[in-house]
């Protein structure tokens, strides 16, 4: 429902304003006894513990100080992680390649993939 302003009424469907996947749902600001709020907000800690912790051992723990869990108003844990500077984020991107790439190169080799061809037998 729009006003006369095109501004959006205050008493829009929270399910308007969501993506397929409920990522980009309302923060649950104004928290419903009715919604699994807690369970939700557990697994993104879970999450941005993980993530914290992994951030520190990769010497990036004091660049992500706003990394946190949050929950939407359906219940859905996020993991939050705040403003960064833009070589944090070139940091991660590099390091998440990094990881990509030694990950398909350990299945390449269990896959046998890796070792050089045999040479044919004379």
């Known amino acids: 429902m729009h006003s006369q302003d095109g501004m959006t009424n205050s008493k829009e ?4 304003v969501t993506d397929p ?28 513990d993980a993530l914290a912790e992994q951030l520190r051992s990769a010497g ?6 706003g990394l946190r869990a949050d929950v939407t108003v359906f219940g859905d844990g996020l993991v939050c992680l705040g ?3 833009p070589e944090a984020g070139e940091t991660l991107a ?3 390649v990094m990881g990509l790439a030694m990950e398909m190169a350990e ?16």
């Open 107 to 122: 299945r390449a080799d269990h896959q046998g993939q890796s070792a050089p061809p045999e040479a044919p037998a004379a």
């Open 21 to 48: 996947r409920r990522v980009v749902a309302k923060r649950a600001e104004n928290l419903s006894p009715a919604m699994p709020y807690v369970r939700g907000w557990a697994e993104a800690k879970r999450g941005a």
């Open 94 to 96: 590099r390091l998440l």
């Open 60 to 65: 990036l723990g004091t660049d992500f100080l």
């Open 13 to 16: 469907k929270v399910g308007d």
């Open 83 to 85: 403003p960064i500077q």
